[in-house]
């Protein structure tokens, strides 16, 4: 770096990241976390007796029923909104990796990447269309006399998986299909002809291959999924109501204490997800970057 810039143009690029850093990401996290150990007070108490470090926004997590069960199940389904995605998208991509060439790659890699030129809202809306009483999806069944009255697709937590699987698949795909498509053709094709079945090429050659790559994948779904608003929101019913929607209602009604705590633990969530899945997977930091 220094060769490409000088000493002063390098001093001056790393002042520049270290700024933005401390203005736009270490300072109004330390500023979200100070608002979290602090009560809810009208503005005349702020800085007053009552404003004092506190607990309290924290254990109101478990001991409000309603959001404890939330924050559990929105837990539960983003693991499984990332489970669903690794099983949909590492077909898909080991064919994009090993098997598709030229033309057909290209036009696959289009087929998967020219629905997310569109607003992450626009495609939600059109899985809420799909999915209504009178969406396409019912009146298909209808039109072919499979059933006679509509049936509710949005009830429970089905659409919003549904949605949350197809919203970030992309997130997927392209980290598992990056990591298999370094994999040495050599290993695939030497144990093929010493008589391995494709469960065990995947199981012993592959799926240890593309390790960062799935660990990647599921980081960054989980991730998304577990801190979604809009899909809980379009495609949910009031059965599936999502955490995110719980630290927005906070914020709405301008209880930022309460609602700060809610999103902090989200994001030691995603960290301790994080840490699980480089420990699950065996690998570390250096391996995504290789």
């Not at 478990?62 to 404890?68: A, C, V």
């Not at 392209?174 to 094709?189: G, I, K, R």
Request: glycine letters at 6%; a positive charge; one cysteine or more.
């Amino acid at each position: 770096m220094i060769d490409n810039f000088g000493k002063t143009g390098t001093l001056v690029v790393l002042s520049l990241v270290g700024a933005w850093l401390l203005f736009m990401v270490i300072g109004p996290q330390l500023i979200a976390i100070d608002y979290s150990f602090r009560p809810l007070l009208p503005l005349r108490k702020i800085g007053g007796a009552e404003d004092i470090y506190t607990l309290k926004n924290y254990l109101t997590l478990f001991s409000n029923t309603l959001h404890r069960s939330v924050f559990i199940k929105t837990i539960w389904s983003s693991i499984l909104v990332t489970s669903i995605a690794t099983a949909v998208c590492y077909p898909v991509s080991f064919y994009l990796a090993r098997v598709a060439r030229g033309a057909k790659l290209s036009l696959m890699l289009m087929a998967i990447v020219v629905p997310y030129w569109i607003n992450e809202l626009l495609r939600i809306f059109a899985w809420q269309l799909i999915l209504s009483d009178a969406g396409i999806l019912n009146q298909l069944l209808m039109g072919l006399s499979l059933i006679h009255d509509p049936i509710n697709f949005r009830a429970g937590n089905s659409a919003v998986i549904l949605g949350m699987v197809y919203a970030y698949i992309l997130f997927m795909v392209f980290p598992l299909y990056n990591a298999m498509e370094s994999l040495d053709q050599n290993q695939v094709d030497g144990a093929r002809d010493l008589g391995a079945s494709w469960p065990t090429i995947h199981w012993r050659i592959v799926i240890p291959h593309a390790k960062p790559g799935i660990a990647v994948g599921c980081i960054m779904t989980f991730m998304l999924t577990a801190g979604s608003v809009a899909a809980p929101q379009l495609l949910g019913s009031p059965s599936s109501f999502w955490f995110t929607q719980i630290i927005y209602t906070n914020y709405e009604t301008a209880n930022w204490n309460l609602g700060t705590a809610y999103s902090e633990v989200l994001a030691l969530l995603s960290l301790l997800f994080i840490f699980i899945m480089l420990k699950l997977f065996k690998v570390g930091l250096k391996d995504f970057i290789k």
